[in-house]
């Protein structure tokens, strides 16, 4: 869709909740999760339209922000891992954690419409997250991802390509089941998400 104004005009941009603001043709996400303050863009609208790639909110209401900040990692594998890692288990005070890389728009949306699939149907993350809070899942796809490990007291860092282990919890607020959990092991007996 593009955007044009008859006259020059400035305009804020801000995400509805539960979704996360990214520039489609910058292949870029401007928020990380939905925690407060959220994202806010500025930009000049005008007969030619926006003056930047005007972006898109991606749903990501199955996502709790624990997963999207200590699971996920929105773009392309960073470039310096060991730079990385440290930051990121520094400000989650961990020394273990593993990152699914979801490069755009389109894996996140798989991703959070396999959790709608499953809510009811396939693995029933309804009637087992229900009795278990601790009950895992198995993806049928796999996913790129980087561990960050300082468990020996030095940082290790690999990548590898497998399937993801989650677990859900219900939001509080309005009972929504979220991803929550990650397993950065590979037990056998967990439930498929299909």
Known sequence: VHYRCLSSVQVSITCPDDTLMYSVGGNIFWERNTALPRGNRQSTCGVSGFDFDFPTCVDVRYFSNKFLDEHVHLGSTPPDLATYCTGKLNAIGANIKTFMVLPSHVQLKSLNRLVVNNLA???????NSGAN??????????YN???CDRTSGSLK?????QKVFVGFRRRPTDLAWQLYHYDYRTPGDALELV
């Open 133 to 142: 809070g601790l009950t895992l899942y198995k993806t049928t796809d796999q």
């Open 157 to 161: 860092t690999q990548e590898k390509k």
């Open 121 to 127: 149907m396939g693995g029933n993350i309804v009637a």
């Open 145 to 147: 991802l980087f561990v």
